[in-house]
């Protein structure tokens, strides 16, 4: 699953989908290459995992805004539970399916 961040990080969302969109176009590209496979191949690997880490940072900023908010009030609670609670749903789909494999 895709981590997408909340509005606090409105400029790092908006430069992840820019990125995202320019990873998609750089694929397509690839694919459709014959003479510069190697061009492009480079050139996606490395936007691929500048992509990658910029989602990884988007996330954990997000965590830590989440669980060490200045505010502690009720808001900031609820905020912190949400997350939790979706956490632990989230990998309840995967369970399920490898369960079915066994089976």
């Keep these: 699953m895709v981590f997408t961040p909340s509005i606090i990080f409105v400029k790092k969302s908006h430069e992840i989908v820019k990125l995202k969109r320019k990873r998609d176009k750089l694929y397509t590209k690839l694919k459709r290459s014959c003479s510069h496979k190697s061009y492009y191949t480079e050139k996606f690997k490395h936007l691929k995992s500048t992509l990658q880490k910029q989602i990884r940072h988007a996330y954990w900023s997000y965590l830590e805004s989440v669980i060490f908010s200045d505010t502690q009030g ?19 789909g995967n369970v399920d399916r490898k369960q079915e494999m066994h089976h």
Aim: hydrophobic share 15%; no cysteine.
């Design 74 to 92: 009720p808001s900031h609670k609820k905020k912190f539970y949400n997350f939790v609670k979706h956490k632990k749903t989230e990998n309840k």
